[in-house]
Nanobody
Framework: EVQLVESGGGWVQTGESLKLSCVVSGLSFDEYVTGWFRQAPGKEREGVSSMNSDDGATIYADSVKGRFTISRDNAKNTVYLQMDDLKPEDTAVYYC????????????????????????WGQGTQVTVSS
């Protein structure tokens, strides 16, 4: 059974930082692109960032560029999202997702709003940023 389990969410004030983690099990981690998405109340889910397993290429949504950093540790089957300088508009449920490598162009496009569905999803972790 494939599982993606997020952790690290919480409540912070504007300008503070959080680091999300997502532990992946049940698949060959190094064969999957991993990404982060978020959904705010009353809004559609949006892409945040993704990282290619082959070459470490990354992509970010314009709204988080320069503030968020995605990384992964293949030895720990874990993908991270370091979030700095958080803003109230970052408040959302954050989801970890995985899709087969070889789909990088499509996976990256999903971060930019194009239609593509990752294969596996976590249950999400809440991030709340107060002003």
């Amino acid at each position: 059974e494939v599982q993606l389990v997020e952790s690290g969410g919480g409540w912070v004030q504007t300008g503070e930082s959080l680091k999300l983690s997502c532990v992946v099990s049940g698949l060959s981690f190094d064969e999957y692109v991993t990404g982060w998405f978020r959904q705010a109340p009353g809004k559609e889910r949006e892409g945040v960032s993704s990282m290619n397993s082959d070459d470490g290429a990354t992509i970010y949504a314009d709204s988080v560029k320069g503030r968020f950093t995605i990384s992964r540790d293949n030895a720990k089957n874990t993908v991270y999202l370091q979030m700095d300088d958080l803003k109230p508009e970052d408040t959302a449920v954050y989801y970890c997702a995985a899709t087969l490598r070889g789909s990088w162009s499509l996976a990256a496009g999903a971060i930019q709003g194009e239609v593509y569905e990752y294969d596996y999803w976590g249950q999400g972790t809440q991030v709340t940023v107060s002003s």
